[in-house]
C-alpha cells in the first residue's frame, strides 16, 4: 500500500487547477468584504486574545501535528499531509462556525484577517520546517524540490490579494460590501466544494481504495487540533465566548488553500491530496457539530478575558 500511496497523482488538468485557484479567490475576497482595519486595531486592544490565537494555529498546532506523526507513522505522503493541513490558516468557515456557537465572532473574523496574512509566510515555513524534520517527508520535499519563494507568491496571490480588494471595497463602499458579503462568501464556497468534489469524483478509484486508512487520521488530527485551540484558551483563563472561537478557529483548517498547494508544487501527490480532502469535508462536519453543541447552550459570564 505504501508505494502505491505514495507515488499516485490525483488527477487534476490545468483548466481544472485554475479555475479552483480563481474559486479559493474569490471564497478569500467574499471573506474579505466583512473585514476592516478596526479588525487589525483590534490587536492592540486585545493582544492577549489574538496572540494567543495565532500561536495556537501557527505554533501548536504543528508541533503537535509532529508529535502525532511520530506517534502514528503513517505513510510519508499522507504525513506530509498532515503538514500540509497544520501549515495552513484557519479554514475560511470558521466565523460562521463561531457565529453558530455563539463564539466571538469579532475575535474570530480579527483571527481570519491577521492569520491570512501571516499565511503568506507562515504557511511555506511550516511545511518546510517541520516536513524537514520528519525523515520520511524530508525525502519527499527533497524529491519535490519546492522554492519557498514561489509558494509564498502563490500564497500571496491567493490570499493578500483578495484580502486587500475586499477590505478596500469594504471601506469605500461598506454598503454594497454588505449587501455582498453573505451571498458572495456562500456562493463560492459552495462552488470550491463543488470543485473539490469533482477532483474526488474523478479519482472515486483512488478514492475508495484508500477511504478507511485516511479518514481515521483525519478524525484524530481534527480533534487534536480542535482540543489544542480549547486547551490553550481554557490555560489562559479566556471567557467562554473566546475559548469556543479559539476552538474553531484552531480545528477548521483552510484545506482548499492546501489542495491548491498540493497540485501546484506536488502534482496531486496522493497521499498528500486525499488526507487533505478528507480533512476539508470532515471539518464542515466537525465544525457544524460543534456549533450546534454549543449554539444550544447559555455563554456562561464569569470568566474574566
Given at each position: 500500500?505504501?508505494?502505491?500511496?505514495?507515488?499516485?497523482?490525483i488527477n487534476f488538468d490545468k483548466e481544472a487547477l485554475?479555475?479552483?485557484?480563481?474559486?479559493?479567490?474569490?471564497?478569500?475576497?467574499?471573506?474579505?468584504?466583512?473585514?476592516?482595519?478596526?479588525?487589525?486595531?483590534?490587536?492592540?486592544?486585545?493582544?492577549?486574545?489574538?496572540?494567543?490565537?495565532?500561536?495556537?494555529?501557527?505554533?501548536?498546532?504543528?508541533?503537535?501535528?509532529?508529535?502525532?506523526?511520530?506517534?502514528?507513522?503513517?505513510l510519508p505522503s499522507i504525513a506530509l499531509g498532515m503538514?500540509?493541513?497544520?501549515?495552513?490558516?484557519?479554514?475560511?468557515?470558521?466565523?460562521?462556525?463561531?457565529?453558530?456557537?455563539?463564539?466571538?465572532?469579532?475575535?474570530?473574523?480579527?483571527?481570519?484577517?491577521?492569520?491570512?496574512?501571516?499565511?503568506?509566510?507562515?504557511?511555506?515555513?511550516?511545511?518546510?520546517?517541520?516536513?524537514?524534520?520528519?525523515?520520511?517527508?524530508?525525502?519527499?520535499?527533497?524529491?519535490?524540490?519546492?522554492?519557498?519563494?514561489?509558494?509564498?507568491?502563490?500564497?500571496?496571490?491567493?490570499?493578500?490579494?483578495?484580502?486587500?480588494?475586499?477590505?478596500?471595497?469594504?471601506?469605500?463602499?461598506?454598503?454594497?460590501?454588505?449587501?455582498?458579503?453573505?451571498?458572495?462568501?456562500?456562493?463560492?464556497?459552495?462552488?470550491?466544494?463543488?470543485?473539490?468534489?469533482?477532483?474526488?469524483?474523478?479519482?472515486?478509484?483512488?478514492?475508495?481504495?484508500?477511504?478507511?486508512?485516511?479518514?481515521?487520521?483525519?478524525?484524530?488530527?481534527?480533534?487534536?487540533?480542535?482540543?489544542?485551540?480549547?486547551?490553550?484558551?481554557?490555560?489562559?483563563?479566556?471567557?467562554?465566548?473566546?475559548?469556543?472561537?479559539?476552538?474553531?478557529?484552531?480545528?477548521?483548517?483552510?484545506?482548499?488553500?492546501?489542495?491548491?498547494?498540493?497540485?501546484?508544487?506536488?502534482?496531486?501527490?496522493?497521499?498528500?491530496?486525499?488526507?487533505?480532502?478528507?480533512?476539508?469535508?470532515?471539518?464542515?462536519?466537525?465544525?457544524?457539530?460543534?456549533?450546534?453543541?454549543?449554539?444550544?447552550?447559555?455563554?456562561?459570564?464569569?470568566?474574566?478575558?
Amino acid at each position: 500500500m505504501e508505494q502505491l500511496i505514495d507515488n499516485v497523482h490525483i488527477n487534476f488538468d490545468k483548466e481544472a487547477l485554475w479555475t479552483l485557484n480563481v474559486a479559493l479567490a474569490l471564497v478569500m475576497f467574499g471573506i474579505a468584504l466583512e473585514i476592516s482595519i478596526n479588525d487589525f486595531r483590534r490587536l492592540l486592544k486585545t493582544p492577549k486574545l489574538v496572540l494567543t490565537g495565532v500561536a495556537s494555529q501557527f505554533l501548536l498546532l504543528p508541533i503537535i501535528t509532529f508529535v502525532l506523526i511520530w506517534i502514528t507513522e503513517p505513510l510519508p505522503s499522507i504525513a506530509l499531509g498532515m503538514f500540509m493541513v497544520a501549515a495552513c490558516p484557519g479554514g475560511n468557515v470558521s466565523n460562521f462556525f463561531t457565529h453558530l456557537s455563539k463564539g466571538n465572532a469579532a475575535l474570530s473574523v480579527t483571527l481570519t484577517a491577521i492569520a491570512t496574512l501571516l499565511a503568506i509566510f507562515m504557511t511555506p515555513f511550516n511545511l518546510s520546517f517541520w516536513g524537514g524534520l520528519y525523515a520520511p517527508t524530508a525525502s519527499i520535499l527533497q524529491q519535490v524540490s519546492i522554492s519557498p519563494l514561489e509558494m509564498v507568491k502563490l500564497v500571496a496571490l491567493l490570499l493578500g490579494i483578495p484580502l486587500i480588494l475586499g477590505m478596500l471595497l469594504h471601506h469605500y463602499r461598506p454598503k454594497i460590501a454588505q449587501k455582498l458579503a453573505k451571498g458572495f462568501k456562500i456562493g463560492s464556497l459552495l462552488f470550491f466544494v463543488f470543485l473539490v468534489f469533482v477532483a474526488l469524483y474523478n479519482n472515486r478509484d483512488i478514492f475508495m481504495e484508500y477511504v478507511f486508512y485516511v479518514f481515521w487520521l483525519v478524525l484524530i488530527h481534527n480533534l487534536v487540533a480542535l482540543l489544542t485551540g480549547f486547551s490553550v484558551a481554557k490555560l489562559m483563563r479566556f471567557s467562554p465566548e473566546n475559548v469556543r472561537c479559539l476552538t474553531i478557529e484552531t480545528g477548521i483548517q483552510n484545506s482548499g488553500l492546501g489542495l491548491l498547494l498540493i497540485f501546484t508544487f506536488f502534482d496531486g501527490l496522493g497521499g498528500m491530496a486525499l488526507l487533505t480532502a478528507f480533512w476539508g469535508i470532515w471539518h464542515l462536519v466537525s465544525g457544524l457539530a460543534i456549533g450546534l453543541l454549543w449554539g444550544g447552550r447559555p455563554v456562561e459570564k464569569e470568566e474574566l478575558v
